[in-house]
């Protein structure tokens, strides 16, 4: 009985413990009420203690880096953990932790930010791109709407500005009005030696070297050197050659042939030295013909020159100045030079000496590098006003007329410490390269000289002379700055206000910087975001745009994480952001829920045509532009099928974006033009083509000339959209399929192309694809995919313009299919769509997710798409909101506690319902050894790289991202390694 009683006991005892876990409240869990305690097993790794072996092991099994037993003794899996997580954050892998491997710990996060942002440079003033794109495409407010000229482009970036002749102002140094060297260049700073020759080597110059302070013999041999007596080496020693040299000279003027130094002869030297003009040396300058290197050397005392048999050697001033004759130039480091003379000065200079150029304001135009020589000359025009503007207000405010002289510039002693000159020749002024800039092409030197002369004025204050300081940059982010959001300036100066710039990153002008985005871990930004020197954070947890712009730059950023276990919250400008994350401008925002930023990231597409808003004032609309590259699963299946396609392996998509060669375009065009294929062989490269017979007839019918081959035909090579546009309808024309008719003028880029008509005949007959959502581009240049042939083959068939039987015959192979597991929705891109096709859900890992704080409920709620707001530890709405959402959607009580039921959802959790199936992928064989394999594989997996071309681009590089984030590497866009090794592994499921 005793017995009995006991099992009647231990039954009752166990129903009492599993009643009181069903029905147990749920356990609220609110910021203020978590301790972070070194007894807990798995804390936030910004105030993990990593004090002992043990605390190491502990954050190592926290993260997912397995170091074994979790014991407090060291062993080879432990070191190996450590040695795993050093290579995930960049740190060098030793297996010791140190203060920086404690730092990354610290630092951990699997979460990463993303920051999307468009521009490059500081958005003040002309936008070059904005330029370009007005010149280009017109707007609303210009004379002619379809083109704008350079001034009405000025005025609209400048406001209340006029564009006048410097002729017409009253300057306060009018010598940068005319035709003298008065502009002085920097081109070095404290330099102990420098290296000149002479250009071109086939006619050299003749080379004028002016050194101050050399000594009397010195300067005599200068002189007698110059003047053909050969006094011997200008080596500051009187010997023999030199008193017979002399002795010459004195009976060539009537002097007593004294062979000496004497009074009369000095005197007589100078004077006839001084007919040589402006010199720096009282002797005249020492003149070398025949083609020259030299090298100028400062020693701390002074400056003396090799290289030259006649150059002097002995040590004298460094307040030297080098011109050449006409027509000849020098190359002075990376630089050339044609016009202007080349000044050295160590006055007032701390060590060595500056190089400058001294150089007629024109001339310095023409070696002003900071737009594409080969754009339009309007848009060179408004730089060149700009540039000239710029250069003439940093004149205007340096140069001291009244302590300017014929050799030196009137510059403060400040000025000359710093430069010596007016303006820089780097990007932080203007940046100027000289002769090389004149000849890189002609429309750059035109617009100079369209503009001579001008400069743009303002009537009133933040001028020199009424001249304004005329900024520049390369684009913005849809709309300018002023000067204080660009440059932190403390007022807003009049001309320099925010005006709308959506031509700046229109699709159609082609900025490469139109939009970008980085990736950061949150390790990398708790590294690179510093206060002072050192590191603000040991751990960031959210940082976020909290003031923007009416332009829609960055003007505050705030971060928050924690610092030596406290939590931190740090606001910085969005330019210090950009300087220290190495953003091209500070028009950006980030991923976080708390970002307010308003920016429309590029490009975009300009409608230059006015509308009227609802309150009647004029306005400027734009769409987002996504590149398409359609493509027909119906349509490859009529080409692979009649064999007019290499043989393709991949998946239906991989096969859709690969390039067209000009074989299978040969093939493609004559099988469906009807044209014969029994023409005599033409070319002596295709013998190896299994499409010869095609290639025959492409000069047979006179369609070589879309691809401009005579000789050769170049088989592999791949094939442009407006040359397949052309060999399409000539092979039409030639052939017996009916020919096509009309004509229209749809697509707004392809005026450059010499097949215009062509692409208008197939645009007409809507059988050809746009390659951008916004439906007037189509991309003549671009290479065309396969996907996109098979998309026109499939409309051609659909509209009955040729017949499907077209493809029942195999002309040139055995017909082939490609394979299944397409990726579907293969006309998106890798940034819009980056798992098209694999619709089935990926579930999540939750089952180690740790829960002991506010911040560790708020970072399961962001990684699993449940927005709890700003990730910082403060129990607020939002995270209340967000942690009901997610019980509303595990059939939990929606009362937004988070107890021991809603955390075991969490682990729980995958974002799968059942009714979701993943068929996986076998990627273990993937050849991955070139970038073409990497897009053949992101293709195949449904990370859409764009087509198939084997360069690295933008698209390619998105796509690679897109990977990485989906198996939690870092986003970098690189394939490396571990890159490669996921790609292996991956099954899509």
Same mark, same amino acid.
């Given at each position: ?43 936030? $790794? ?15 099994? =926290? ?169 011997? %080496? ?301 590191? =603000? ?142 023409? %005599? ?89 746009? =390659? ?94 449940? $927005? ?122």
């Amino acid at each position: 009985m005793k017995q009995g009683f006991l099992k009647n006991s231990a039954y009752i005892f166990t129903f009492l413990i599993a009643f009181a876990l069903v029905f147990s409240p749920e356990e609220e869990a609110k910021a203020l009420e978590i301790k972070y305690d070194s007894n807990m097993f798995c804390v936030d $790794n910004a105030v993990a203690p990593l004090n002992n072996l043990l605390d190491i092991q502990t954050f190592l099994s =926290c993260n997912g880096f397995n170091p074994g037993p979790i014991d407090g003794l060291s062993g080879s899996r432990t070191n190996n953990a450590i040695i795993t997580f050093q290579k995930s954050v960049g740190l060098t892998p030793d297996g010791v932790v140190g203060p920086a491997t404690k730092q990354a710990m610290r630092g951990y996060s699997t979460v990463s930010f993303t920051f999307t942002g468009s521009g490059w440079g500081h958005g003040v003033g002309l936008s070059q791109y904005g330029a370009k794109g007005l010149t280009e495409l017109g707007a609303s407010f210009c004379s002619n709407t379809s083109s704008c000229t350079s001034t009405e482009v000025v005025d609209y970036y400048f406001k209340d500005t006029t564009v006048k002749n410097l002729s017409e102002i009253s300057l306060s140094s009018p010598d940068i009005a005319t035709g003298n060297n008065a502009l002085w260049v920097g081109l070095a700073r404290n330099a102990k030696s420098i290296n000149l020759t002479t250009l071109p080597s086939s006619s050299p110059p003749m080379l004028s070297i002016c050194q101050d302070g050399l000594s009397d013999v010195a300067g005599v041999q200068v002189f007698l050197t110059s003047r053909g007596f050969e006094p011997g %080496p200008v080596d500051g020693a009187f010997g023999d050659k030199t008193s017979n040299a002399l002795k010459n000279y004195q009976a060539s003027v009537g002097l007593s042939q004294s062979g000496s130094i004497d009074t009369e002869t000095l005197n007589k030297i100078k004077s006839e030295a001084s007919s040589d003009g402006s010199c720096e040396s009282i002797f005249g300058p020492l003149k070398i013909s025949g083609g020259a290197t030299i090298n100028v050397i400062s020693n701390g005392n002074g400056c003396y020159f090799n290289g030259h048999p006649l150059v002097n050697r002995t040590t004298a001033s460094c307040n030297i100045g080098i011109s050449w004759s006409d027509g000849g130039r020098i190359r002075v480091g990376p630089r050339e030079h044609k016009h202007g003379v080349l000044k050295l000065r160590s006055q007032n200079v701390s060590s060595g000496f500056h190089v400058v150029l001294s150089v007629n304001i024109e001339k310095y135009l023409y070696g002003l590098a900071e737009m594409p020589s080969h754009w339009n000359v309007k848009a060179l025009e408004a730089q060149a006003l700009v540039g000239r503007s710029y250069a003439v207000y940093q004149y205007l405010k340096q140069n001291i007329p009244a302590q300017s002289t014929e050799l030196n510039a009137g510059l403060s002693t400040s000025r000359q410490a710093y430069c010596w000159c007016h303006i820089g020749s780097t990007a932080s002024s203007q940046y100027y390269y000289g002769y090389l800039k004149e000849i890189a092409g002609p429309n750059w030197v035109q617009a100079v000289n369209n503009t001579s002369g001008k400069v743009i004025t303002y009537s009133g204050g933040y001028t020199q002379s009424s001249v304004i300081q005329a900024f520049y940059s390369s684009s913005t982010g849809g709309k300018t700055n002023n000067n204080a959001v660009g440059f932190g300036s403390a007022t807003a100066w009049p001309y320099l206000q925010t005006v709308d710039d959506p031509w700046s990153v229109d699709n159609r002008v082609g900025n490469p910087k139109a939009a970008w985005s980085y990736d950061f871990s949150t390790y990398q930004l708790s590294k690179n975001i510093l206060c002072g020197d050192i590191p =603000c954070f040991d751990a960031i947890t959210d940082i976020y745009i909290s003031s923007v712009a009416e332009s829609g730059a960055a003007i505050e950023v705030t971060l928050k994480g924690f610092r030596n276990g406290s939590s931190k919250t740090v606001t910085k400008s969005g330019r210090n952001i950009k300087s220290q994350l190495g953003f091209t401008s500070h028009y950006f925002k980030t991923s976080s829920q708390s970002d307010v930023s308003n920016l429309a990231i590029g490009p975009v597409t300009v409608n230059t045509s006015p509308t009227t808003s609802t309150n009647g004032t004029s306005v400027t609309s734009t769409t987002g532009d996504v590149a398409q590259y359609a493509t027909s699963t119906a349509g490859l299946n009529y080409l692979s099928g009649a064999g007019l396609l290499n043989n393709c392996t991949e998946t239906s998509s991989a096969c859709q974006a690969k390039t067209m060669t000009r074989e299978e375009a040969a093939a493609v065009v004559t099988v469906i033009g009807g044209i014969s294929l029994d023409a %005599p062989n033409a070319y002596s490269d295709d013998d190896q083509s299994i499409f010869q017979k095609a290639i025959n007839g492409i000069p047979y019918y006179g369609i070589q000339v879309c691809i401009g081959s005579p000789f050769q035909f170049q088989p592999t090579e791949t094939i442009s959209r407006d040359q397949f546009a052309c060999m399409l309808v000539k092979a039409i024309t030639a052939g017996s399929t009916t020919n096509l008719s009309g004509a229209i003028d749809k697509y707004s880029d392809e005026g450059a192309s010499k097949w215009t008509n062509e692409i208008n005949v197939l645009a007409a007959n809507d059988v050809i694809p746009a =390659c951008s959502s916004l439906q007037d581009k189509f991309c003549p240049s671009r290479k065309i995919s396969i996907g996109e042939v098979a998309y026109i083959v499939n409309q051609m068939v659909s509209k009955s313009l040729i017949s499907s039987d077209t493809f029942n015959s195999n002309p040139f192979q055995e017909g082939w299919s490609a394979n299944g597991s397409e990726v579907e929705d293969a006309s998106t891109t890798a940034v819009s769509n980056p798992n098209a096709g694999n619709d089935a859900c990926v579930p999540k890992d939750n089952s180690g997710l740790v829960i002991n704080s506010i911040l560790d409920v708020q970072q399961f709620l962001s990684n699993n798409g449940f $927005n709890p707001g700003p990730i910082d530890g403060q129990s607020g709405p939002k995270t209340k909101n967000a942690v009901i959402a997610f019980q509303k959607e595990s059939g939990l009580l929606a009362d937004g506690i988070v107890g021991n039921k809603t955390k075991s959802a969490m682990r729980a959790y995958t974002g799968c319902r059942s009714t979701n199936v993943c068929n996986a992928r076998d990627n273990t064989g993937a050849k991955l050894d070139s970038v073409a394999d990497i897009q053949t594989y992101l293709s195949n997996n449904g990370f859409n790289p764009g087509i198939i071309d084997g360069e690295m681009g933008s698209y390619t590089k998105e796509a690679i991202k897109a990977f990485q984030r989906k198996v939690g590497l870092i986003p970098d866009g690189v394939a490396g390694n571990r890159t490669k090794s996921a790609m292996r592994a991956y099954t899509g499921c």
